[in-house]
């Protein structure tokens, strides 16, 4: 949950959700998230449509929104498609699960195929 920033201010985590640390201060969680980031940027370092800083876009736009099911089909549609590992981790910072989903099991997977990159 280190993308506690990116969370509603009633969802924040603070003080004893964030006492584990590495003995410097740090929290874990941070630190799994700039982990988290650092991948995904060494990953797609090569990639002429800069997938990262259109990840952090996507981080900021639903900075303040709770709608974190489509922060990850965002992220899914627009970052990840081919990497199932980073969205799996993705989950692990925003209170989302494509296993949660209660949509019907023949629901299009792509939720959002009308939205054109333009929207972006």
Not at 102 to 118: C, G, H, L, M, V
Request: net charge negative.
């Amino acid at each position: 949950m280190a993308f506690t920033i990116f969370l509603p201010e009633d969802q924040k985590i603070t003080g004893k959700d964030m006492v584990k640390d590495y003995g410097n201060g740090i929290p874990f969680e941070y630190v799994e998230a700039m982990s988290f980031l650092n991948n995904i940027k060494i990953r797609f370092r090569e990639d002429e449509n800069d997938i990262y800083l259109l990840f952090l876009d996507i981080l900021e736009r639903y900075r303040d929104d709770n709608n974190f099911e489509r922060l990850y089909k965002d992220a899914e549609r627009y970052c990840f498609r081919e990497h199932p590992d980073l969205l799996k981790e993705l989950t692990c910072f925003i209170p989302y699960s494509p296993d949660e989903d209660t949509r019907p099991k023949d629901y299009p997977s792509a939720e959002y195929e009308s939205t054109t990159e333009d929207d972006m």
